[in-house]
């Protein structure tokens, strides 16, 4: 049992160089983290969410350790040509100038070749001087063969076979290099996601586990955490015990592994869910639909939060330490946001915006104009969230724009080299910005990473969502937005559902009702919603405007942050 107490024991004054290896009790792995704009070891929410886990919890002093792996090529850099097609260019970038490379090792086996790990160290550094490490694995290492060094060049890149390779390298070598590191006294492993959950298979192994029935799995629950992120079946990472044989070899008897595993594909979820003592899902509805999908399992749910600090853009940091000392470390604090005089809040917001129109006419040919509300969409590029909805009547948009406000958007967002449909949307949307130029600015901004994100989420006056119910497990863009008192506008899932206070924090498109979620519907729902409620409050009720940016801040940026969550896993997750 890890008591709350022990895991403060890191006295306030001691420098992290002298707490000894042995007081990290946290082992959190994720595919992907995403912890510093200029290194590429990320393609989207799962990856800032496990970099602003990180800073949380060494913002609180968790005794936390982290591992991903390195990604020397990146997820990808962005161009788009004229015609709207995506290209895909390596990110090169050189991991030294952030990090250190230790020298010790260990290995893993794939495909019955001996694959040396080592890992780069970065240190998250906390509020109060406090850090955590994070481990980025390595397999780029003389003596390997050229496939098993190129297994950490691409995220999400390669094929399955790849994939189960670089999930090796994670689940086993990860665990493996922390012994090997020092951290001898890890009490739990939280998997971010199931890409992680072989790790739970190299715990039975160093018990010498081969029965599932024994009385000794168990203690391997009592070890392990998983945080599930996908309410999509498909989403799930699964591999055919063939592929599976193949890559693993003899690691643990086929019968054991297909016990937790799953009967007729190693499906990497199941792994984790059989194997964790505590499981939880990104938000309430996810935890519904999670319980769902996985009938017989425990699933609580912990709502996903973002890194305060991080997100707020640099006009908010200065305003909140004015008026609300502290927040930094307890973002909780932010409810006293409540009082803050609205000429200061539309100041600090007047300046995020100015940054970003200045950005987006200097690196695009549009002509965006400071004073029109400026409506800001960028996620992923993928079907699901639907970033052409907002077209589905191009019509009826020009004659929102004629008859009752200008208006100007601003999109953002990369697709899988391979969502083929991700890509066709990013296409449309610069055919439609084309087609209604002139009367509506539209701009699809190159390169979507955390820099242009945080840039965007401070400086659009509303934050477009608009994901085909219940496909968003959480989402969090949205979360960063109110922090720095942007309302979404957005269909109810995920996080919204629980964020959203109609005409308070932003507003609804359509209702909690699945058949009011088609296309149709939704589209209907979000011209209404621009026409009656955001443009004319946005333009003729200022007052109004500035009292939802503060009900933004107040309500949903002091409770949608990652140091609320990491206190919730601390609790009754780690603790347990
Ligand atoms: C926050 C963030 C995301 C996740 O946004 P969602 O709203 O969850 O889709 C993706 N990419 C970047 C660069 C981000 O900063």
């Known amino acids: 049992m890890v008591s709350i107490m022990e895991m403060n024991m890191a006295p306030r004054r001691i420098t992290e160089e002298r707490i000894r290896k042995k007081e990290r009790r946290i082992a959190y792995l994720s595919m992907e983290i995403g912890i510093a704009p200029k290194m590429p070891t990320y393609s989207g929410g799962l990856g800032i969410l496990a970099g602003d886990t990180i800073k949380s919890a060494a913002d609180l002093k968790v005794p936390a350790v982290a591992i991903t792996l390195i990604y020397k090529k990146g997820y990808f850099r962005q161009k788009i040509d004229d015609k709207g097609a995506q290209q895909e260019l390596p990110y090169e970038w050189n991991p030294r100038k952030f990090m250190k490379l230790r020298p010790q090792s260990t290995e893993v086996k794939i495909e019955g070749r001996r694959v040396k790990v080592q890992a780069w160290e970065y240190r998250v550094r906390g509020a109060s001087g406090y850090t955590?490490?994070?481990f980025f694995l390595d397999t780029d290492l003389e003596g390997n063969s050229e496939y098993d060094r190129s297994l950490v060049y691409n995220l999400y890149g390669g094929d399955e076979r790849y994939r189960l390779a670089q999930e090796v390298i994670l689940g086993i070598g990860g665990v493996r290099l922390l012994r090997e590191l020092g951290y001898r006294h890890i009490r739990r492993y939280h998997m971010n996601e199931g890409h992680s959950s072989l790790l739970t298979l190299e715990l039975l192994r160093q018990k010498g586990i081969t029965d599932p029935e024994s009385l000794k799995v168990d203690e391997i629950?009592?070890?392990c955490?998983?945080?599930?992120?996908?309410?999509?079946?498909?989403?799930?990472d699964q591999f055919s015990y063939q592929l599976a044989r193949k890559v693993l070899g003899r690691f643990l008897p086929l019968k054991t592994i297909k016990a937790f595993g799953g009967k007729d594909n190693l499906n990497m979820t199941r792994l984790a869910l059989n194997l964790s003592h505590h499981v939880n899902g990104v938000a309430k509805e996810h935890q519904r639909v999670s319980r769902e999908m996985f009938p017989g399992y425990q699933i609580d749910s912990i709502t996903n939060g973002v890194h305060a600090w991080t997100w707020a853009s640099d006009s908010f940091r200065d305003l909140f330490t004015r008026f609300i000392p502290g927040w930094r470390s307890a973002p909780t604090s932010l409810r006293y946001a409540i009082s803050l005089p609205d000429d200061e809040i539309w100041?600090?917001?007047?300046?995020?915006?100015?940054?970003?129109?200045?950005y987006v006419n200097a690196t695009t040919d549009a002509e965006m104009d400071p004073e029109v509300i400026t409506i800001?969409?960028?996620?992923?590029?993928?079907?699901?969230?639907r970033a052409d909805l907002l077209f589905t009547d191009t019509e009826r948009l020009r004659r929102i724009a004629r008859k009752v406000g200008k208006f100007q958007f601003i999109y953002a967002g990369k697709a899988h080299p391979k969502d083929t449909a991700g890509k066709r949307l990013i296409k449309k949307i610069l055919t439609k910005a084309k087609e209604l130029k002139?009367?509506?600015?539209?701009?699809?901004?190159?390169?979507?990473d955390m820099n242009l994100a945080r840039m965007l989420v401070s400086g659009v006056d509303?934050?477009?969502?608009?994901p085909l119910r219940p496909r968003e497990a959480s989402g969090t863009s949205g979360m960063k937005a109110a922090l720095n008192g942007v309302p979404s506008l957005s269909t109810l899932d995920g996080w919204w559902i629980e964020g959203c206070i109609e005409g308070m924090t932003g507003w609804a498109i359509g209702s909690l009702d699945m058949k009011d979620s088609s296309d149709t519907k939704c589209a209907e729902s979000l011209y209404h919603k621009l026409e009656r409620e955001v443009i004319p409050v946005f333009y003729y009720d200022r007052r109004t405007w500035v009292g939802m940016m503060r009900l933004c801040i107040a309500i949903n940026g002091s409770f949608f942050n990652t140091h609320r969550m990491v206190h919730q896993y601390v609790v009754s997750s780690y603790a347990q």
């Open 132 to 134: 955590v490490p994070v």
């Open 221 to 223: 629950r009592k070890l």
């Open 225 to 236: 955490i998983f945080t599930t992120h996908t309410p999509i079946p498909a989403g799930h």
């Open 347 to 358: 100041n600090a917001h007047a300046e995020a915006k100015r940054k970003l129109i200045d």
């Open 376 to 385: 800001g969409f960028a996620r992923r590029a993928t079907a699901y969230k």
């Open 438 to 448: 002139g009367e509506i600015e539209i701009v699809y901004l190159e390169g979507y």
């Open 462 to 466: 509303v934050w477009l969502n608009t």
